[in-house]
C-alpha cells in the first residue's frame, strides 16, 4: 500500500484505534485534513480554540483510560494548545498532540506562523517528537502513543512539517507491530521483599491510614484497592485527583485530604503510624509544612514514578510499580501470612476518627435563604443518582463539587488538579460525552472559568453534546475573593467579575437552552427538567451566595492540625 | 557535595537541551556539561558535574533517567573513579618571559602546541585543581585566552558504562 505522509498520519491513528481527534485546520496541516476529509473511521470534532481541542482530548482520555488525540496547526495553533498540554501533563494523562510545522526547509528561518515547538513544549509533555521524513511517521507514532500510555501516562508531541505530508510524494506503509526503545522500560512490578516489608508494616500498624491518589484511577486499579482497603478494615483519604477509585459513600473513607480536606482525613494524617501512600505525589495542597507532615508515622509509597518517591517527603518503603500489580501482590501476600490486623488498637483508631467525624466539618447553613453552593451540589447528586460524569472548572465550585458529589466509581470526577486550569471544564465535557454519548455530563463551572472557554457552546451545537452545565455563580473569583478575605484583610482587589453576560441569552444564542435559577426551592424542580433534556445542552446559571467560603481550610504552608472549620472560627 | 555523573543517552538533536532544560527549569545547578558521540554513533556520552545535598542529587538522578534519551546512568562519586579535564591556555611569552613560562610548562607536563613570536598555545590534561594551579602560576596578565573541557570521567576497575 502506497500512502502519502498526510495518509499515513490518517492510517497510523487507525491503527491506534482513534476514534475521535480534536481539531483546529490551519495552513501547516492542511495536508491532513484533506486526507481526513476523505474517510471516515476517524471523527474529526472541530472545536473554537485549541484550548478547547487539548482539554477535549484530555477529557476523552481522562473518562475512558484511552489515550485522547488533538490537531493544531503551527504557530499560535501550537501555543493556544500548549496551556492543555500542560493541564494534561501536571495530571499525568495519555494525550497525543499532533501539531503541524511549517516546511523543513524554512525551519529555522522564522517563516510565516513558526515557532520552535518541540522547544515551548518540552518542558510540560512526557516526550516530544519532530519528525523530519515522510518514512519516520510509523515508527514515531507507534513510540509515541506507547509513550503516552505506559508507565507513568502523559501528554506527548507530534510536530509534523507541512512537507513531510507532502501528499505527492508516496511510500509504502505499514505499521510496526512492536516498538522496542532501550532507553525507556516502565517497571511491570513492584519488588516482592519490599511488598512483604510493607504487609508486615501494615499489620503491626496501630493507627493505619491509606492515602490514595491519582496514579490508582489512571491504572484502573479500583478493584484491587477495595479489596485490600475492605480486607484490613483501614481507613482510608484520597487526593482531588483519586476521587471515585474507593467509593465516597463507603463507611471507610474519611473524604479528600489535604487544603480543603476533611477534618477527619487531616486529623488521621497528622496522627497515624503508618501512612500507605497508593499512586499520590505527596503535593503541597496535600502535605502542607512538609516539617509537620504525618509526624509520627512510617511511610510506605507505592508509585510507578521513582521521581515521585521521596520527592517532598521522605518515605521508608518505597515500592516502584504499577498500582495494581502492587495492589494485587500486596493482596496475595496478606493472603500467604496469614496475618491479621490489630483489632483492638485498630478499634480504638476508628473511635478516635469517629470522634473526629463529629466536628461535622462540611456542615453548611441548610435553611439558607440564598442558595449555598453545598446546596446545589447534593441536588446534582440527587437528580444524578451520584451515577453522573462531573467535569470541573477551578475554583471554589470545584472544591464544593469534589467535597459534595461523593463519587463511587472512578474515571467520574475530572478535572484540572495540578495546573489548575480555568477554562477546563467545558471542553473537558465535550470529550466526555463524545466517549460516552448516553450518559448524563454535568460540568460544575464559575462564572469567571466558563468565559475562558465558553466558545466552546458552539462546538457543542454542532454536534449536539448534551451537557448540564451548572454554573455556581457567585459574581466573584470566588476562591481569589476568599484568599483575599483570609489574607488581605478583604481587600478585593481585581476579583469581581464585572459586566457578566446574560448567560441564559448567551446560552440561546448558541442555540442551547438557558435557565436562571435564584431560589433553593426551585433548584431541584429546574435540575431535573435540565437532566431530562436529554439531547439538549443546558446552561444553568444558579445565582449563589456570594460570600460562601471553601471549609475546612489549610493555610497554605500549615500542618494537617491546623484548620480553620468554620466562618470565624479560630484554628483548631 | 560535588557529583559527577556519567551519562549514556540517544545521540539525537534535541537530546541534549533535554537535560540542560532539566537543569534550568527544577533549579538545579550545573557547573560543567561535555558530551560527544561515542563509538557507538547511535550513542552520545555525557559527564556532567553539579552540586546538591543527597535529596537533590537523589531527585537529579531520577528525573534524568526519566528523560526517554536517556539510556543509562551512573554517579561516579559513588566510588572510585578518575577525572580528566583538558584545558589549552594562551600565555604571552615574549622576549626574556618565553624560558621562565617554558619551564612552567614543563613541571605541570603540559604541551605546547602554537607558538608565535608573542605567545605560546599550552595544552594541559588534569584533574580540574591542578588546571586551576596552573592558571594562577602563570599570572594573571600573561593569560591571554583559556579553553577547558569541562571534566570527564570514568570509574575505576573492570565495569564499563555499556549498554
Ligand atoms: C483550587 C485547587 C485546590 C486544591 N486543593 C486540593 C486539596 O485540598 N487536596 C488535594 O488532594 N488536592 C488539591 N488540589 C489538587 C492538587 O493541586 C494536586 O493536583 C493533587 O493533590 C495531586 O493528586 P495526586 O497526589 O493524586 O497526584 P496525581 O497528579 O494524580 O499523580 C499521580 C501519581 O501516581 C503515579 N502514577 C501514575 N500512574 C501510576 C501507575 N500506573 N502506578 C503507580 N503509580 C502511578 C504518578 O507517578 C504520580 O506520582 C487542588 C487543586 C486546585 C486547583
Ligand atoms: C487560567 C487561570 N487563571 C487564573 C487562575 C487563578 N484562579 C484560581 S481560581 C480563580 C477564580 C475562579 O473563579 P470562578 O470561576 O468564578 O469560580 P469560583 O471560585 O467563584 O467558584 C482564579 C482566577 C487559574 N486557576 N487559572
Ligand atoms: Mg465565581
Redesign the pocket.
Known amino acids: 500500500m502506497e500512502l502519502s505522509g498526510a495518509e499515513i498520519v490518517i492510517q497510523c491513528l487507525k491503527e491506534e484505534g482513534v476514534e475521535f481527534i480534536f481539531g483546529y485546520p490551519g495552513g501547516a496541516v492542511l495536508h491532513i485534513y484533506d486526507a481526513l476529509f476523505s474517510q471516515q473511521d476517524v471523527q474529526h470534532i472541530l472545536v473554537r480554540h485549541e484550548q478547547g481541542a487539548t482539554h477535549a482530548a484530555d477529557g476523552y482520555a481522562r473518562s475512558t483510560g484511552k489515550p485522547g488525540v488533538a490537531l493544531v496547526t503551527s504557530g499560535p495553533g501550537a501555543t493556544n494548545a500548549v496551556t492543555g498540554i500542560a493541564t494534561a501533563y501536571m495530571d499525568s494523562i495519555p494525550m497525543v498532540v499532533l501539531t503541524g510545522q511549517v516546511p523543513s526547509p524554512f525551519i529555522g528561518s522564522d517563516a510565516f506562523q513558526e515557532v520552535d515547538t518541540v522547544g515551548i513544549t518540552r518542558p510540560c509533555v512526557k516526550h516530544n517528537f519532530l519528525i523530519k521524513n515522510v518514512h519516520d511517521i510509523a515508527a514515531t507514532f507507534r513510540k509515541a502513543f506507547y509513550l503516552a500510555t505506559s508507565g507513568r501516562p502523559g501528554p506527548v508531541v507530534i510536530d509534523i512539517p507541512k512537507d513531510v505530508t507532502d501528499p505527492n510524494v508516496k511510500i509504502p506503509f505499514s505499521y510496526p507491530k512492536k516498538i522496542k526503545m532501550r532507553s525507556y522500560n516502565p517497571v511491570a512490578k513492584g519488588h516482592l521483599g519490599q511488598i512483604r516489608r510493607a504487609i508486615e508494616l501494615m499489620l503491626n500498624a496501630e493507627r493505619p491510614v491509606f492515602y490514595t491518589g491519582g496514579g490508582v484511577v489512571l491504572d484502573d486499579a479500583s478493584k484491587q484497592l477495595v479489596d485490600l482497603v475492605r480486607k484490613l478494615g483501614y481507613p482510608i483519604t484520597s487526593t482531588l485527583m483519586g476521587l471515585g477509585a474507593y467509593p465516597g459513600s463507603d463507611k471507610q473513607f474519611l473524604g479528600m485530604l489535604g487544603m480543603h480536606g476533611t477534618y477527619e482525613a487531616n486529623m488521621a494524617m497528622h496522627e497515624t503510624d503508618v501512612l500507605i501512600a497508593i499512586g499520590a505525589r505527596f503535593d503541597d495542597r496535600v502535605t502542607g509544612q512538609v516539617a509537620s507532615f504525618c509526624p509520627n508515622a512510617t511511610i510506605i509509597h507505592v508509585d510507578i514514578d521513582p521521581s515521585s518517591i521521596s520527592k517532598n517527603v521522605r518515605v521508608d518503603v518505597p515500592i516502584v510499580g504499577p498500582v495494581k500489580k502492587v495492589l494485587s501482590d500486596m493482596l496475595g501476600v496478606l493472603d500467604e501470612s496469614g496475618g491479621e490486623p490489630k483489632s483492638a488498637a485498630l478499634k480504638r483508631w476508628w473511635k478516635q476518627i469517629d470522634e473526629w467525624r463529629g466536628a461535622d466539618c462540611l456542615k453548611y447553613d441548610r435553611n439558607s435563604k440564598i442558595i449555598k453552593p453545598q446546596f446545589a451540589v447534593e441536588t446534582l447528586h440527587r437528580v444524578t443518582k451520584g451515577d453522573a460524569f462531573v467535569a470541573s472548572?477551578?475554583?471554589?465550585?470545584q472544591m464544593f463539587a469534589a467535597q459534595f458529589y461523593q463519587f463511587d466509581k472512578p474515571r467520574r470526577w475530572i478535572n484540572s488538579g495540578g495546573l489548575?486550569?480555568?477554562?477546563f471544564g467545558l471542553p473537558a465535557g465535550m470529550g466526555i460525552q463524545m466517549a460516552h454519548p448516553q450518559a448524563e455530563v454535568a460540568v460544575v463551572?464559575?462564572?469567571?472559568?466558563i468565559q475562558?472557554c465558553i466558545q466552546e457552546l458552539a462546538t457543542c451545537k454542532q454536534y449536539n453534546l448534551p451537557l448540564k452545565i451548572m454554573l455556581?455563580n457567585?459574581g466573584?473569583?470566588?476562591?481569589?475573593r476568599q484568599w483575599q478575605e483570609f489574607f488581605y484583610d478583604g481587600r478585593y482587589s481585581h476579583s469581581y467579575?464585572d459586566s457578566l453576560p446574560d448567560f441564559v441569552k448567551l446560552a440561546e444564542s448558541y442555540g442551547h437552552v438557558g435557565m436562571k435559577i435564584e431560589k433553593p426551592e426551585d433548584l431541584e424542580g429546574a435540575m431535573k427538567e435540565a437532566f431530562g433534556m436529554k439531547d439538549r445542552l443546558v446552561f444553568m446559571d444558579v445565582v449563589i451566595d456570594p460570600a460562601e467560603n471553601v471549609y475546612p481550610m489549610i493555610e497554605a504552608g500549615k500542618g494537617h492540625h491546623e484548620m480553620y472549620l468554620s466562618p470565624g472560627s479560630e484554628l483548631v | 557535595m560535588r557529583h559527577i555523573i556519567s551519562i549514556l543517552l540517544e545521540n539525537e538533536s534535541g537530546a541534549l537541551s533535554r537535560v540542560a532544560g532539566l537543569f534550568s527549569a527544577r533549579g538545579y545547578n550545573i557547573e560543567s556539561l561535555t558530551v560527544a558521540p561515542t563509538e557507538d554513533a547511535t550513542l552520545s556520552r555525557m559527564t556532567l558535574v553539579t552540586r546538591g545535598d543527597e535529596a537533590i542529587i537523589e531527585q537529579i538522578t531520577k528525573q534524568l533517567n526519566k528523560l526517554v534519551e536517556v539510556v543509562k546512568l551512573l554517579d561516579l562519586s559513588d566510588g572510585p573513579h578518575i577525572e580528566r579535564e583538558m584545558m589549552m591556555i594562551k600565555l604571552k611569552a615574549e622576549n626574556g618571559q618565553r624560558d621562565e613560562v617554558l619551564r612552567l610548562v614543563e613541571i605541570f607536563r603540559g604541551k605546547v602546541v602554537d607558538v608565535t613570536d608573542t605567545t605560546f598555545v599550552v595544552e594541559l590534561t588534569g584533574k580540574s585543581a591542578k588546571l586551576d594551579a596552573f592558571i594562577k602560576a602563570a599570572q594573571e596578565e600573561s593569560v591571554v585566552e583559556v579553553v577547558r573541557s569541562g571534566p570527564l570521567g570514568i570509574a575505576r576497575g573492570s565495569k564499563g558504562l555499556k549498554l
Open positions: 472548572d477551578v475554583g471554589q465550585h489548575g486550569t480555568m477554562g463551572t464559575g462564572e469567571a472559568s475562558m455556581l457567585n466573584y473569583m470566588g476562591m481569589v467579575v
